[in-house]
């Protein structure tokens, strides 16, 4: 026999905070599922259209906060992104994108609606860095635009795949996008350095972003790199200009992480720098 919820706090007619024994504070979606309820009040299962278990307090607290401002088709809206984004990475999500994701659409649609202009500046490098998570955020517009009758900017599908990776990885949303901004910014200096333009969809390009990221996670790990002395010999003498400049990108990362970063980096970005240098020419 399903156990029943008991209401807890009723939010709006569609939607409620209810207690249950086997899962604890949950959320409640339904046509009409608040109306004339209150604190106490039982409802079986059968009666609730959707549900989700925020399980972290503060995560709770924070969209407690947020849903009385927000439309209840909207909240039901949301609520069917985040099952697709669960479905499509088949992994455990960090709650923190409920909360996190359902504000930055609604923000996003409110200044949509005022004709304010939504640019993302990182939307390529996103694009080469997350592809899963891209190819989900694309998803998600095409759901939003569909369900909500509106139509989002293609700036907007970076913003949402950065949600859904912060999500996936359990990083906060501000270190996804300090690390975003980081190879933003080491993209810029080598461009810079070389006197090239570098092509953003060349496949040298793709592996040097890509090396970056995983770079990056591996400074913030404390993973450890083995340097080949030999190749790194053999680098240093044979292309100075990108040496010298790969150990200009390690010391941005020291700076920018406050972390040491392996002097093998130094090696492996030497290689990368020099065929985006050869490709230019």
Known sequence: ??????????????????SHPEYDEV???????????????SIEQSAV??????KNEKEQEQYKKLLPELDEEFIGVMNEVMQHIKKRVNAPLNEHIH?????????TIKRIEQGLD???????????????????AQEVVEMLNEKLH?????????????HIHSGISWQSLSEVNQHSQLIAKLVAIVEEQLGIVIERDSIHYLRF????????ERVKKGERVEEPKKLSKVLKEEYPICYNLAWKLVKVMQQTLQLPVDEAEAVYLTMHLQRLAKKSE
Request: charged share 25%; net charge positive; aromatic share 12%.
């Open 209 to 216: 972003i890509r090396h970056l990221r995983y770079a990056i």
């Open 150 to 162: 509106v139509k989002l900017p293609e700036g907007e599908t970076g913003f949402i795949a950065l």
């Open 99 to 107: 909360v996190a994701l359902t504000d930055h659409i609604s923000f």
């Open 118 to 136: 939504l640019k993302n500046p990182f939307l390529l490098e996103t694009k080469s860095l997350y592809p899963l998570e891209y190819e989900i």
């Open 1 to 18: 026999m399903r156990k029943s919820f008991r209401v807890e706090k009723v939010l709006n007619n569609n939607v409620l905070i209810a």
């Open 49 to 54: 259209e959707k549900w989700f278990i925020l």
């Open 27 to 41: 959320v409640l979606l339904g046509k009409g599922i608040g109306f004339g309820k209150k604190k106490g009040d």
